[in-house]
């Protein structure tokens, strides 16, 4: 448009940010170069100075006739510079018509950390473990039919453990950090160098032994070793820095036989108890099925048996599983699995795909809560529609979910996909509960653990789930950010309800595990929910495996912390690594749709759960209530005795009735480790010694007369004690002062009732219930009843209820 002015520009104003970033560089002695090649400002603004015309009667003196007033043509001069390259910050947006009006950008990693034009940030590993550099991706497939539990034929075979002395070791890895170690650092790929290949050199084509791999996320095999021709024994890598948990599992093997009958067997699993008892089988999954018939992840195995491991080395005692199977295929790739998998690279790649989604990305903004002990990012997704007005946006109640904790409960991350999926779709249902909340979604806690292969434990070689309460933000940064952004988000709203999602290793179905609600006012409110669930998905969930008592060991957990920071509704989903022993899907294993539709569930039970029509409520309460009677029949009936119901049974303590929860066999937590028991004994000294230097706030006048008569109280009832203390030690001939005797008495006497006007109303501040403001929990009483459609929400001429036996809604 001035091509004069704009030539000129070019010659004499240099980048801002280049000119910034060479004389910085300069300074500390980084750059070499003379000053005369570095872009000199001042020059230009020396011109200037002196000859402030001198662009005016360039280029723009043929406009001069046209702009009247010299600010104008200031103005416009000004707009000009503005929009050239090499003065636009790089910090500003403009509009479409490129007008003087910019915008700040939005920090980065705030909300546009995934972005097509950028590659996926790839994962950070312990510097200890070494990776492959192949790229290993699955497909999603849903089996036709369903996928029965082996049935045990009772002569199932029990293969003694030879080990190394009578075997051959075909696959090792070289280190694994166990305890007694600590992670130090971690960078992009793992270990430095030359990956090694681990698996046996194939003498030829004859060769018939497997090569094994499991140097890929989420990968766990520690050593294999070839018994016989074809029978392998497996064991498992530990969690990394400990010495224990043993579960998950998630390996490759390649050269394989189809004829052939191949036998594996575990050799160091940890848990006494396991699914695979009852029937589960493990999950295989062939390449040359997944590229040729679009097959997936499909549950395989014969002669299935789980036994204690008879080796005793004077250690802890192990548990082998082992099962036999034949291969589809000859020289092909498979690969064999506890449960699904889903990786950190799955994660990103749907997070990737939301972010550039036109439509998704208006109601659901992708944050960094914080980066983990490794560097990877634990991502926080927050899902509602956009507010007409302040008041709209800041009545909403908020959900908190959260997933992967323990990063071998792969469940849970199904679970959370198939509610993302749900409550991002156009549904009305959708469209509807991100108008009336706020979701909070922490879709990978420990993503660390899920990289590297681990069961249970984060970097750090601890249980998060039991370290919720920790002062040491650098050492546990995933939970720590969660429970003070769940903190603050406490102070902003009401936040209805939080549920962890995880996987259980010995329990079929689906539960919940709740925490007893002690205000009589919401009495056997926290099952509702539950119970919802349970009518929902009837042939998936199992009311009567939930269990809401708080366990002094649990005490760190998510639920329990969550719950003694005020949210009522707190709970850990548990989802098998099983199947199902109910309805029609009685006997069958659970495939990554029935997961996802628990997903949907939890969705369609919620606006169930804050109905304006309250007839499910109050009849889903009523069910309790008859529930818990029958219960505690059973208990005195157990007991022999006798008992009354018909009074104040609701008076007898919950826990008292619920057994513990049958939890994992790692409830108990192991503390700190060595090198961080003594930070954490720092920091609550420097805690306690802080509160104790601070200063005391400042006291209402109200505060301040009920601190005083407090303390005159106190006072007189000192000079009474101690004026009858004296009396007593008179001589017992010595008459007493009548006058004396009416101070005393009458003092005595009001402390002995407690009756002092004014001292219990300011111990006990009168708190104003209205119950008709809040009948219910997570009801709103001015909730639009249209924003329900009439044939699913809030019908008032709904139908009855159906009793606890039915589980469905008519």
């Known amino acids: 448009m001035f091509p004069a002015l704009e030539t000129h520009l070019k010659q004499t104003i240099p980048d801002p940010y280049e000119d910034f970033m060479y004389r910085h560089l300069q300074y500390y002695g980084y750059f070499k170069a003379q000053r005369g090649s570095l872009p000199n400002s001042a020059t230009h603004q020396h011109v200037r100075k002196n000859n402030p015309q001198y662009l005016l009667n360039g280029s723009l003196g043929e406009k001069d006739d046209l702009i009247p007033d010299t600010l104008q043509k200031e103005k416009l001069l000004y707009s000009h510079m503005l929009s050239l390259p090499h003065l636009r910050s790089r910090q500003l947006l403009y509009d479409e018509l490129d007008e003087v009006n910019p915008r700040l950008r939005e920090p980065q990693e705030l909300f546009s950390i995934l972005s097509t034009k950028r590659p996926l940030q790839a994962p950070r590993w312990p510097i200890e473990c070494e990776v492959i550099k192949e790229n290993i991706h699955h497909i999603e497939w849903a089996p036709p ?237 927050t899902i509602t529609n956009p507010s007409q007005t302040p008041q709209e946006a800041a009545a909403k109640k908020a959900v908190v979910l959260s997933a992967r904790v323990h990063p071998g409960e792969s469940n849970g991350s199904w679970v959370m996909k198939g509610f993302l999926d749900f409550i991002l779709s156009n549904s009305p249902d959708a469209q509807l509960l991100r108008d009336i909340f706020v979701f909070k979604v922490l879709p990978m806690l420990n993503p660390d653990g899920v990289i590297v292969g681990n069961y249970r434990c984060s970097l750090a070689g601890r249980d998060l789930n039991r370290h919720y309460k920790t002062i040491l933000k650098e050492s546990f940064p995933c939970i720590w950010y969660t429970r003070n952004m769940i903190k603050r988000l406490l102070e902003e709203r009401e936040v209805l309800l939080y549920c962890d999602f995880h996987g259980h290793s010995r329990k079929n179905n689906i539960f919940l595990y709740g925490c007893n609600n002690n205000n009589r006012k919401y009495w056997l409110h926290e099952r509702v929910f539950p119970l919802m669930l349970c009518k929902n998905a009837p042939d998936k969930f199992s009311f009567h495996s939930c269990n809401f008592k708080v366990q002094k060991c649990k005490e760190g957990t998510g639920r329990v912390v969550m719950w003694r920071m005020g949210i009522l509704n707190s709970y850990t989903m548990e989802s098998t690594f099983g199947g199902s022993t109910l309805g029609n899907k009685r006997d069958t294993h659970f495939t990554i749709e029935d997961l996802k539709s628990l997903g949907y569930h939890v969705c369609d039970t919620l606006l169930d759960f804050c109905d304006p029509d309250q007839t499910k409520f109050t009849q889903c309460l009523a069910e309790l209530k008859e529930l818990l009677r029958q219960e505690i029949h059973k208990k005195f009936h157990e007991l022999g005795q006798d008992v009354d119901l018909e009074g104040s049974w609701s008076d007898i303590s919950l826990s008292d009735i619920e057994s513990s929860t049958s939890g994992s066999d790692s409830s108990l937590s192991d503390g700190l480790p060595v090198h961080l028991a003594n930070i954490a004994d720092e920091l609550t000294q420097k805690k306690k010694m802080f509160k104790k230097k601070k200063k005391k706030s400042l006291q209402t006048r109200k505060q301040r007369n009920e601190q005083y008569q407090k303390k005159n109280l106190m006072q007189k009832l000192k000079l009474t004690e101690d004026t009858s203390t004296n009396l007593n030690r008179r001589d017992k001939d010595t008459p007493l002062d009548p006058s004396m005797a009416t101070l005393i008495l009458p003092k005595n006497k009001g402390r002995m009732q407690n009756k002092k006007p004014g001292f219990t109303v300011s111990c006990s501040p009168k708190r104003t219930i209205n119950s008709s403001q809040e009948p219910v929990p997570g009801m709103k009483p001015n909730w639009p009843r249209s924003r329900y459609p009439a044939t699913k929400r809030g019908c008032a001429a709904m139908a009855a209820y159906p009793s606890l036996h039915i589980y469905t809604y008519p």
């Open 145 to 381: 039919q369903p996928e029965y539990f082996y049935q045990p034929k009772g002569n199932e075979k029990v293969p003694e453990i030879v080990g190394e002395k009578k075997g051959t070791v075909v696959y090792q890895l070289d280190s694994v950090p166990t305890e007694g170690s600590y992670f130090t650092s971690s960078r992009v790929g793992g270990k430095r160098g030359i990956i090694k290949e681990l698996a046996v050199t194939l003498q030829g084509p004859e060769d018939n032994t497997l090569l094994f791999e499991s140097r890929f996320e989420s990968g766990n095999l520690q050593k294999a070793v070839r018994v016989d021709t074809y029978e392998y024994e497996l064991t498992l890598r530990t969690d990394l820095y400990t010495n224990k948990h043993t579960q998950w599992f998630y390996f490759r093997v390649q050269n394989t036989r189809r004829d052939a009958t191949y036998r594996f067997t575990i050799v160091n699993l940890l848990k006494p108890k396991s699914l695979y008892t009852v029937g589960m089988k493990p999950l295989l999954y062939s390449q040359l099925d997944a590229n040729t018939r679009n097959i997936g992840w499909r549950r395989e195995g014969n002669e299935i048996k789980y036994y204690k491991n008879n080796t005793d080395d004077g250690q802890q005692p192990f548990y082998c599983l082992t099962w036999t199977i034949q291969f589809p295929y000859d020289q092909d790739t498979c690969f064999f699995a506890h449960f699904y998998p889903y990786t950190y690279t799955d994660l990103q790649c749907y997070l990737l795909s939301v972010a550039n989604n036109p439509i998704q990305s208006q109601f659901c903004k992708l944050q960094t809560l914080c980066r983990s002990l490794a560097g990877n990012t634990v991502y926080l997704l």
